[in-house]
């Protein structure tokens, strides 16, 4: 049974697109004279067909809305339950929230480098992402709960990453992008009684540009190759912990929305998590064993944590207080057992690209 609370105005989606907690999307600042110093001729090679890429931009006409797109919402999607209507809101919110996020920090450090490969790339990507969060936009607006997006770039609050965190996280997050963007198209186009909004058709060509944004990472890194081992492994362990580990809690706040398309949020998850950590091969030299028992109980402790937290918050008062610090207390606790559930390592491939095979 989701426990959300139902966001029916601009207003309110502005104040849960706003939200800093551990699960919601966050927006970053980084060390701009880093970024600018960052060196990639050892992959000029690769770097340079990726950047004829993005340059041929093969989805200029894609994040188009049709009359097909719109009848769509009008005979489908308003058949919903209430129940469903407000998790898709809720992923849609999240999802434009983390399109946008990337979109203001690659802006961000294309205007404030003046690394020719750096400030192209970076162009390239905001524009990619500037068009996902607003085809996603329209979609809230549909419901009447736009986003001013110019407002939550003045009013989200910013986190500071060095650029090796933004690295390991962003190659992360733009990498798990596709897995789950992939991952809902293939299902509904097996099942495409189970499509109840039009969006999901457009995710087959969106995903590809999450694939390249994950790739032009993975050429930074494996150009820089002391990110990717020593104590560096220990930093990658942990942001493909917390990636994974966010991800799951928040996706089982919406298992409605999984459910519709005839996924269980579990098997829908382990999906996304299988294809990444084969992805990530690329450029990192460990994965999670995310097989192991240990690996699987250790996740839904953390679920059974962030349950316990929104129940104790509800509750308020002193004894509310007091259990919200003992669930902080074990989420802590069940996450550095599951930090050091033995991982797999494997040697990095000589060719650095992947293929968006999934
Ligand atoms: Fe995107
Ligand atoms: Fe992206």
Known sequence: ??????????????????????????????DFDAMNRLDISSVRVEWDAMMAEYEGDNNHDHFQRTPEFVAEVEAVFSQVSPELRQEFIDFLISSVTSEFSGCILYNEIQKNVE??????????????????????NQSLKDLGIG??????????????????????????????????????????????????????KWFHRWCNDEFRHGESFALIMRANPHLLRGGNVYWIRFFLLAVYATMYVRDHTRPMLHHAMGFESTDYDYTVFRITSEISKQVFPITLDIDNAA?????????????????AKKQGGLMGRVKQVGWAVQGLAAFARLYFVPVVRHELPSNVRAVAAW
């Open 115 to 136: 690394n020719p490969d750096i400030k192209a790339l970076m162009r390239y990507m905001a524009r990619d992402e500037s068009r996902h969060a607003s085809f996603i």
């Open 295 to 311: 690996f699987r109980a250790g996740l839904d402790k953390l679920l059974a944590v962030q349950t316990g937290l929104t129940a």
């Open 1 to 30: 049974m989701s426990t959300m609370e139902a966001v029916t105005t601009s207003e309110a989606a502005a104040s849960k697109a706003k939200e800093d907690t551990l699960l919601s999307p966050k927006f970053y600042t980084t």
């Open 147 to 200: 986003l001013d997006l110019g407002n939550l770039k003045r009013n989200k609050a910013y986190t500071y990453f060095k650029p090796k965190y933004i690295f390991y996280a962003t190659y992360l997050s733009e990498k798990i992008g596709y897995a789950r963007y992939i991952t809902i198209f293939r299902q509904l186009e097996r099942h495409p009684d189970k499509r109840f909004h039009p969006i999901f």
